[in-house]
Nanobody
Framework: QVQLVEVGGGSVQAGGSLRLSCLVS????????VAWFRQVPGKGREGVAV????????TYANSVKGRFTISQVNAENTVYLQMNSLKPEDTAMYSC??????????????????WGQGTQVTVAS
């Protein structure tokens, strides 16, 4: 079993920064791939960034490339999402998710068995 807990959402002005944390516990054999997704009401989840916890490889959605950074601290069992130069269109519920593998189609939410409860990010213009 795996548990994911997100910490760090909130409200910020456009151009500001926030850092989200995803605390991962449980069977780490099931968490080789940890991703951040976001969702706004009425739309499907959007894969934002992913990291392979075994090797540290990262991939980003085009919408956040150059502004967001996903990283991990293995000793803390935590995956971070540093979000800079935030825009109003980044406003969403952000969730982290874990899967056993990280294929090229990492952005498909059906890949992920484990999800956190989500944390709201609101960017004011």
């Amino acid at each position: 079993q795996v548990q994911l807990v997100e910490v760090g959402g909130g409200s910020v002005q456009a151009g500001g920064s926030l850092r989200l944390s995803c605390l991962v516990s449980g069977n780490t054999a099931q968490t080789a791939c940890v991703a951040w997704f976001r969702q706004v009401p009425g739309k499907g989840r959007e894969g934002v960034a992913v990291i392979t916890t075994t090797g540290g490889a990262t991939t980003y959605a085009n919408s956040v490339k150059g502004r967001f950074t996903i990283s991990q601290v293995n000793a803390e069992n935590t995956v971070y999402l540093q979000m800079n130069s935030l825009k109003p269109e980044d406003t969403a519920m952000y969730s982290c998710a874990a899967a056993r593998t990280c294929p090229s189609w990492w952005y498909a939410d059906g890949l992920y068995k484990y999800w956190g409860q989500g944390t709201q990010v609101t960017v004011a213009s």
